[in-house]
């Protein structure tokens, strides 16, 4: 199933306000944000650094991280009444008018 960006929000909204039976405030659910972040980096810090896998971290699942990191994302974004659709495009322009050329001149990244 596919599911747009703004669909996902809705139906985070939706999970949210009847099974969770209420949103997390902001700055909690900006905590948790930081948590979730924290395990994505502990899987990435071992699957592409020099850091290897303890017993316990070995079953962690990369996508399911990020799709955490994703949701508690939603729930800031529904709580801030942020369309993230709408701040994605915004995004892409500003990316694509500030750094039309930037990337191709960075002799960096030829190398």
């Known amino acids: 199933m596919d599911v747009t960006i703004r669909q996902a929000q809705q139906q985070v909204d939706a999970w949210i306000t009847t099974v969770g ?3 997390f405030n902001e700055l909690t659910n900006l905590g948790i944000l930081m948590e979730e972040v924290g ?11 020099e850091q290897s896998f303890k017993e316990s971290d070995k079953q962690k699942d990369m996508a399911d991280e990020m799709a955490d990191v ?14 993230l659709t709408d701040a994605l495009q915004k995004n892409f322009d500003k990316k694509n008018l500030r750094d039309a050329t930037r990337h191709k001149d960075n002799e960096k990244l030829h190398t």
């Not at 395990?39 to 650094?49: A, F, T």
């Not at 949701?71 to 529904?78: D, G, I, S």
């Open 21 to 23: 039976v209420r949103y």
């Open 39 to 49: 395990e994505l980096s502990r899987i990435m810090v071992r699957k592409y650094g």
């Open 70 to 83: 994703l949701w508690v994302l939603m729930c800031l974004a529904n709580q801030t009444g942020v369309d």
